[in-house]
């Protein structure tokens, strides 16, 4: 199972936190996050039908009412891979999410 790093804007500033599972495929991703500042983690789960575009939520565990949407764009490289994206909560503007999967 990879793993790799996560990191989200909230708040006007950016959060890093660890990607503990990560599981990608061309049709689906499944990622937990275990989130520093609150000792929760977030469970990403997104499908996708061209294996670069993935859309689904996030979870989290401890019954938060910040879950919602995540929208990624997947990039391969040499080292890893990278989805860049955005996550998106009612009532809330949109926040950037990228996410580094080694």
Not at 5 to 28: F, N, P
Not at 29 to 57: H, M, N, P, Q, W
């Amino acid at each position: 199972m990879a793993s790799g790093w996560s990191l989200s804007q909230y708040g006007g500033t950016w959060h890093e936190d660890a990607c503990v599972q990560v599981s990608i495929t061309d049709s689906k991703l499944v990622i937990d996050i275990e989130v520093k500042e609150d000792a929760d983690t977030i469970t990403v789960t997104a499908s996708s039908t061209d294996g670069v575009r993935y859309t689904g939520d996030y979870r989290y565990r401890e019954g938060s009412d910040s879950n919602g949407l995540a929208y990624f764009e997947r990039y391969q490289g040499p080292t890893g891979q990278v989805l860049i994206g955005e996550r998106r909560e009612v009532g809330r503007q949109p926040t950037r999410w990228i996410i580094k999967v080694t």
